[in-house]
């Protein structure tokens, strides 16, 4: 677990894990005597993450794709993010308030703390379906989406791993367990182990966010599809994704957010005999962060993270 305090804003309707913007200070406090409260170290600095997941139905499918975008919703600053309340996720034709979608024949739930401003690699305030984790240059101030310090960095050190679990069940029938014995990723049937691999993008057009992806590999062990007791039956699996080369992220200008997509392009389980959930769990299994700060700025120290965790699920 991360093992310094945690700056995260007051927790909302959806569970902390599943939302907060995580903050790792610079310095660990001192314990305090009952009397007085330990003071503010000068200088110091933080960073600001998060884990965000999509999932999505789209008539053809069930399942996930990165490529869908919400288009330019608000806010469309990175203070006016960490102001809003709820934040902005990469939610269409979905209510949270209802847990349903509004439009039946396509709807896509995001969940989790995503990029801020954006997280398409486009216009500010837009959000695609991807599934990630993003990380900040160090700030003054965490959780507010300013402060961050000139020619200051963050990096994520290669061997990054980030885990998924996959869970979608079809309603009993006689063709129960045909679309899950035929379900794909990235185009490649998923009835046994498979792997493939991401490539890095930087991004020049998005006005926050320094790069959308970071070299990595995917592998998805044999899923696990089971017969219910009712009929129905569900596909388990886990995908993972390690990151195979280091990010730094350094601020210049406006640009202060890096980003991690951990998942492949797409998973797809056919709707045609019916469907009755499809959900998606990641987590951050590992991953070390260590920045560099101009003087007189304390730099955070090396921060390991562990069991983050985000869950978006769906249903007709």
């Not at 569970?15 to 314990?31: F, G, I, M, R, Y």
């Not at 503010?40 to 499918?61: C, E, H, I, K, R």
């Not at 209510?95 to 979608?101: I, K, L």
């Amino acid at each position: 677990m991360i093992s310094s305090e945690s700056h995260s804003p007051a927790p909302t309707r959806r569970s902390v894990v599943k939302t907060a913007a995580w903050a790792a200070p610079a310095v660990l406090a001192t314990t305090a005597s009952p009397a007085f409260a330990a003071s503010p170290v000068a200088n110091q600095t933080f960073v600001d993450y998060g884990l965000f997941v999509s999932t999505q139905f789209n008539g053809g499918y069930v399942g996930y794709a990165g490529a869908n975008d919400t288009g330019v919703i608000h806010p469309t600053t990175p203070t006016g993010y960490f102001a809003s309340n709820p934040r902005p996720e990469s939610d269409i034709n979905w209510s949270d308030a209802t847990n349903s979608a509004t439009k039946p024949s396509y709807f896509v739930n995001g969940e989790g703390s995503f990029t801020p401003a954006t997280n398409a690699g486009g216009s500010t305030g837009a959000y695609a379906s991807t599934s990630g984790w993003w990380i900040s240059t160090p700030t003054t101030t965490a959780n507010v989406g300013s402060g961050y310090i000139p020619g200051s960095s963050t990096t994520l050190a290669a061997g990054a791993t980030f885990v998924t679990q996959v869970s979608a069940t079809i309603p009993a029938g006689p063709n129960a367990l045909w679309p899950l014995q035929n379900a794909t990723i990235a185009g490649q049937k998923w009835n046994k182990a498979i792997s493939g691999t991401l490539s890095s993008a930087g991004d020049s057009i998005s006005t926050y966010l320094v790069n959308l992806k970071v070299n990595g590999r995917w592998n998805a062990a044999a899923p696990v599809i089971t017969t219910n007791p009712d009929g129905s039956a569900t596909l388990t699996g886990t995908i993972t994704f390690t990151t195979t080369s280091p990010l730094v992220i350094t601020q210049t200008g406006t640009k202060y957010y890096g980003q991690v997509v951990i998942m492949p392009a797409t998973v797809q389980i056919s709707p045609a005999y019916g469907w009755t959930n499809f959900s998606l769990t990641s987590s951050v299994q590992s991953a070390t962060l260590s920045y560099t700060v101009p003087a007189p700025y304390i730099a955070p120290t090396t921060t390991q993270i562990t069991g983050l965790t985000t869950t978006s699920a769906i249903h007709p």
